[in-house]
């Protein structure tokens, strides 16, 4: 637990929160600045900041903890479809430095984006690079 940390604190109970779903390592509540009705954040109950921090167990325990909720949120809010999104790390717009999966209910015109318009400047990356990152990428898990 990080006694700074906003989500530690909805954890302990000490910020209150619309819970939708805990077990022993998860907890998933509503988010207070929501981007459609619904949108819900599942975090681990442990402090860890980025993904790549999470162990195996809460790395398993999270994604079956939001394969189980989408399902259910949609539900909930008359919707199909949903964007479940992460950011990880500062750069990428994470603004609680604490792993969290949003989970946000779509509609047909509701005025959201697809998720590659998030990157305003796209890059060219010519085949050669492709490969070479994939081979970087590749080496890397060996």
Known sequence: MSESCVFCKIVSGKIPAYKVYEDDNMLAFLDVHPLSKGHTLVIPKVHVGQVE???ERNSEAI??????LTKYVQLATGTTSSLIGINNGPESGQEIPHVHVHIIPRSRGDAGEPIHATMR???TVSKEEMQKIA???RSALR
């Open 53 to 55: 921090e999470l162990s």
């Open 63 to 68: 994604f079956k903890a939001v394969w189980k």
């Open 121 to 123: 400047y796209r890059p």
């Open 135 to 137: 081979e970087n990428i």
